[in-house]
Every structure is written in structure tokens, then in C-alpha cells.
């Protein structure tokens, strides 16, 4: 049958950004998961739930035309919207059941991965942060999650794909395995000021829910069957983001759907430390651009 040629395997990376995601989507994936037989990374943010203020920030047009086309109110629920917006965010990884949620990823074996401590904060500003502050950010964020797991987070993943060559180096300083900080296919080494970093990138390659939902006729109804097309005509080792506030909440039964329809096509999911080859011969650099359906610039990998 043709369906069983395809054999490809996809590094599946969870991105954690807010309180209810941590406490709703976080043990509503591990069950998923669980029921398929898949591990992944999940990237935690563990400091401040400011991302209400990512909504007025954002007022402009192209922002609230994908907040329109996205029903975001529906997607992310209005807390998310408004949160740190009138009163300061709270320590996700102070609340007890975030830390449990946190818990239970890292035991039911799901690789773990430092996602931001102030996301809001690293999204809006990392241009203007100078190179202590962004140590500083990551090195909070780490000692948080070590301390909730007892084990070290052993990568990182920038939010919002917002990230420079200084957030590069800076991460470097961390024993990363890997990290994931740009979009793009295909793994390599970057290079900063022509000097090779230690840690390797595994770029973001297939669009997130939100970038596509709403746009050239894709819908809830036809959306899992766009991504396995893409995924279909995708190198192997390439990674699909899903959002714990998404997947994990509000779209939870279509992404189960998804895994049983993928797994039916000879497509499997592993945690990005699986996908990373031994030996990685490309060096390249990342460069700051715009993509369709994302507000503002990201890193992408260069050519
Ligand atoms: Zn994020």
C-alpha cells in the first residue's frame, strides 16, 4: 500500500507559554501521548504569565486580523488574553498544579526543554536586551526547572522564534544538547562572527496551527489532512510544534485524531534529542525575517 512507504520521522515539540496551558493542555498531551505510544519535548516557561500583554502590544491590523481569523478569544480563552494585562502574572512554576503538570511530562519520559521565563517579556524585548539580562532570563528559567524536576532541562527553545545571534551565544553557555530557535529545514551547527557554536539548531519547519488556520481555505474540518500532505512531502527529521494551549486544550481531539491518522501513514514522532544525528556537517548562520501568518520578525535559517 502506498501509505506504508513513507516512513518518516518527525521531531514533535511542545511549546508550554502560559499558566493554563501548563496546568489544562500539559497533562491533557501526556495522556494523548501516552494512549500513542509517543514521547516529545516539551519546552516549558516557568516565570511570569504576562502573555495577556501580548494582545495590546500587537493592536495592529495584521495582528487582529489573525486574531479574528483564529477566534483567538476561543483558542486561548479570555484569562490568557488579559493575563499580566491589569494585575502583575503569576509564577507559573510557583503554582502547584503547574509544577505537577511539569511532573508529569518529565516522568512519563518526555524529553524536557527550557522555553522562556518571561515569554511575553523575551518576545518584546530580546532586541533591546543586553547580553547579562539574557543569561540572566535563561539562567532563571533553568535553575526553576531543575529544581521542579530534579534534573537539569537538557535543551532549550526560544519563544516566538525570536532569537539573535546573542541569544545564541549566551544559550552556549548552558550545557544544551540541542536547541531550537529558528524556522527552517534541516539540522546544523551555527555560526556566530564565523565562530562555530557547541550547540547544535533543529529548526521549526511545518507552519503552526494558528499561521494557517483561516488562510487559503484551511479549517478545522481539513486541517490534520494539510499538515500530513505537508509532512508526506517533507524530509525525514524535520519538526512539527504543536501549543499546549491549542493542541492541548481546545483542539485536543482533532490532535489525537491527527496521531491516529499519521500513525495509519507510517509516521512517527520522537522527541528532537532522537532526530539529531551523530554527526552534524552543516554550519550556518540565522538572520532575522518575516514569515506569513507570525507578527514582526524570527530567526530563520539562513539559505
Ligand atoms: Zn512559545
Redesign the pocket.
Known amino acids: 500500500m502506498e501509505q506504508n512507504k513513507n516512513n518518516l520521522k518527525v521531531g514533535l515539540r511542545i ?3 502560559t499558566l493554563r496551558g501548563t496546568i489544562k493542555g500539559v497533562p491533557t498531551l501526556c495522556s494523548i501521548l501516552k494512549r500513542n505510544n509517543i514521547k516529545a519535548t516539551f ?1 516549558f ?1 516557568v516565570g511570569p504569565d504576562n502573555m495577556g500583554r501580548n494582545l495590546w502590544r500587537l493592536l495592529k491590523p495584521t495582528f487582529l486580523i489573525k486574531m479574528l481569523r483564529s477566534n483567538a478569544s476561543n483558542l486561548y480563552g479570555w484569562d490568557i488574553i488579559f493575563k499580566g494585562t491589569f494585575w502583575p502574572g503569576p509564577i507559573i512554576g510557583k503554582n502547584k498544579k503547574a509544577i505537577a503538570a511539569i511532573k508529569l511530562a518529565y516522568e512519563d519520559g518526555h524529553e524536557i526543554g527550557l ?2 521565563w518571561d ?1 511575553h517579556g523575551w518576545q518584546a524585548n530580546i532586541e533591546k536586551w543586553k547580553p547579562e539580562r539574557i543569561y540572566r532570563e535563561l539562567q532563571k528559567a533553568y535553575s526553576m526547572l531543575k529544581k521542579i524536576t530534579g534534573s537539569t532541562p537538557s535543551c532549550s527553545a526560544a ?2 522564534w525570536r532569537s539573535t545571534d546573542e541569544t545564541l551565544l549566551q544559550k552556549d553557555k548552558f550545557n544544551f544538547k540541542h536547541n531550537s530557535d529558528c524556522r527552517g529545514e534541516g539540522i546544523f551547527v551555527p555560526t556566530v562572527n564565523d565562530e562555530k557554536l557547541k550547540t547544535p539548531q533543529i529548526p521549526q519547519y511545518f507552519p503552526t496551527y494558528d499561521e494557517l488556520i483561516g488562510t487559503n481555505g484551511i479549517n478545522d474540518e481539513n486541517y490534520n489532512e494539510h499538515i500530513i500532505e505537508l509532512i508526506t512531502k517533507s524530509k525525514s527529521n524535520s519538526v512539527f510544534t504543536i ?1 499546549a494551549e491549542v493542541e492541548g486544550i481546545v483542539c485536543s481531539k482533532m490532535f489525537d485524531k491527527f496521531l491516529n491518522k499519521t500513525e495509519k501513514q507510517n509516521i512517527s514522532f520522537l522527541p528532537l534529542k532522537d532526530i539529531l544525528p551523530t554527526n552534524i556537517i552543516e554550519t550556518n548562520k540565522i538572520i532575522l525575517k518575516e514569515i506569513p501568518g507570525r507578527e514582526g520578525t524570527i530567526a530563520c535559517k539562513s539559505g
Open positions: 511549546d508550554v507559554d519546552y516557561s522555553h522562556a515569554h519563544p516566538g501549543h
